[in-house]
């Protein structure tokens, strides 16, 4: 004998699918602009955490401050002319403003990338013994034309009497804008006004904001 579904039965797998409906179809909402948003707040948040873990303080050195960890945006030859960025600590010699790959054993000023340690997260930078697009250590989404399909990134904000687009990080997580090789000293250029980051596609535009001394970042 065939045994129905009762009433309070079939409720339930109604509820259960709602449910499950809600859960997914947001997935199917999100556009790459979305994702290379996320993906970007994601990673001023490691950077963040890495200056938090990670004091770049040297007594023997009066410009140790000039090694903290930041976050760049470039496009440039060694991008592949697209807009990406690169996660390092410039903290090596004399502080240049641009990250060096590891030699004679020496770590790298790239940081690793904690989902595949045999990548760095960048998609490939400027200056000498560096990572370029299309090497074998790129991390290839943080390629934002060739994985989102992003056009366009602009830095604006903070109050610091610099444009560049780089934001760097102390251990105590406050951020900073400018280009760390030319900070005059431990507190030159800290952002004291919100830092937004807009990333633009053919179509339309998402704004990451940073917020001053505690360095939160979030999609506005």
């Not at 760049?72 to 592949?80: K, Q």
């Not at 952002?191 to 001053?212: C, F, K, R, W």
Request: with cysteine.
């Amino acid at each position: 004998m065939r045994r129905a579904f009762t009433m309070l039965e079939l409720i339930f797998v109604i509820v259960v699918v709602g449910i499950i409906s809600v859960l997914i179809l947001p997935s199917f909402n999100r556009n790459n602009l979305q994702e290379a948003a996320d993906q970007l707040v994601s990673h001023i948040r490691y950077t963040q955490h890495l200056a938090m873990i990670d004091d770049r303080f040297d007594a023997e050195d009066e410009e140790w401050f000039k090694g903290r960890w930041q976050i760049a945006f470039i496009n440039n030859n060694s991008s592949g002319n697209q807009w990406t960025y690169t996660v390092f600590s410039d903290w090596k010699g004399a502080h240049t403003g641009s990250p060096n790959k590891a030699v004679a054993g020496i770590r790298s000023e790239y940081a690793t990338n904690p989902l595949d340690t045999t990548k760095y997260l960048t998609c490939g930078d400027s200056g000498t013994n560096i990572v370029h697009y299309g090497d074998p250590e790129v991390t290839d989404n943080l390629c934002l034309g060739d994985t989102y399909g992003i056009t366009a990134v602009s830095v604006n904000g903070g109050n610091t009497g610099s444009s560049s687009s780089r934001i760097v990080f102390d251990a105590l997580g406050r951020p900073y804008r400018g280009n760390s090789r030319y900070f005059n000293n431990a507190a030159h250029r800290i952002m004291t006004t919100q830092v937004q980051i807009i990333l633009s596609n053919s179509s339309d535009s998402i704004t990451i904001a940073i917020e001053p001394e505690t360095g939160y970042a979030h999609i506005l």
